[in-house]
């Protein structure tokens, strides 16, 4: 849970940092810090696909992967519906600030995968990594709300805190080979999340997280 707990601790000082100056945080400061967060999960989006595609038992299924589940995730209008829900609420009032920052934290690939290699490798790189970035975020979000956008941290820890639980208790469910996949296809996901962070390809990333779903099914039928 350590990782968890350091993204937690982003998003309150984050939080804290950003309702306190207000008014020295300027947008061209904050466009600056969201690039360097954005070239930072490019590239370790691009470090964990370069890492573990040499060591794929199936090379094309991540392509599989990223075709099944964009045509899904297009299908459902998952990128449309959160946006639309973070518009709706992304008016004056702390509430719906903290609902936008909810969204915005917990649904990722970093949110997602960060937990399931920290249960079972003990590796916290991608929480490390997603806490830099809430912690940039979340100073927006305070810029804008408020201080009290640090609540949104209690709700982090228990979307991550359930995702490592459940990855404890399914361990010898979840393979190394599995993983392998999963991390493929995951690396592109933050890769492609760090250029449209940075604005350099507006991708709906979230259209594309089915895509994680892909190898879990492929590997339990291969099994």
């Known amino acids: 849970m350590t990782g968890t707990l ?9 939080s804290v940092i950003g309702g306190t100056f207000r008014r020295v945080l300027s947008d061209r400061l904050s466009r600056a ?14 470090n964990a696909v370069v890492q ?3 060591k794929s038992q199936y090379p094309v299924l991540f392509i599989v992967s990223l075709a099944l589940g964009c045509l899904l995730g297009t299908l459902l209008q998952l990128d449309q519906r959160v946006k639309r829900l973070t518009e709706k609420r992304g008016g004056a009032g702390l509430g719906q600030g903290i609902l936008t920052g909810c969204l915005l934290f917990c ?12 249960a079972l490798y003990g590796d916290h790189t991608y929480l490390f990594t997603n806490a830099s970035l809430d912690f940039v975020t979340s100073m927006v979000l305070g810029a ?18 359930g995702i490592y639980l459940l990855t404890l208790l399914l361990g010898s469910f979840i393979t190394d080979t599995m993983m392998t996949e999963i991390s493929i296809v995951g690396g592109l996901l933050i890769a492609m999340s760090g250029l449209s962070i940075m604005k350099i390809k507006a991708f709906p990333t979230l259209n594309y997280l089915p895509a994680l779903a892909v190898p ?8």
């Open 216 to 223: 879990i099914l492929w590997c339990l039928i291969r099994g």
């Open 33 to 46: 810090l969201m690039d360097a967060m954005g070239l930072s999960a490019f590239a370790l989006g691009v």
């Open 107 to 118: 649904i990722g690939t970093l949110s997602i995968l960060g937990p399931v290699q920290s």
């Open 52 to 54: 573990n595609m040499p």
């Open 6 to 14: 350091v993204n937690a601790a982003a998003i309150v000082a984050g």
């Open 144 to 161: 804008t709300y408020g201080v009290g956008m640090a609540l949104s941290a209690v709700v982090l820890v228990a979307w991550q805190g």
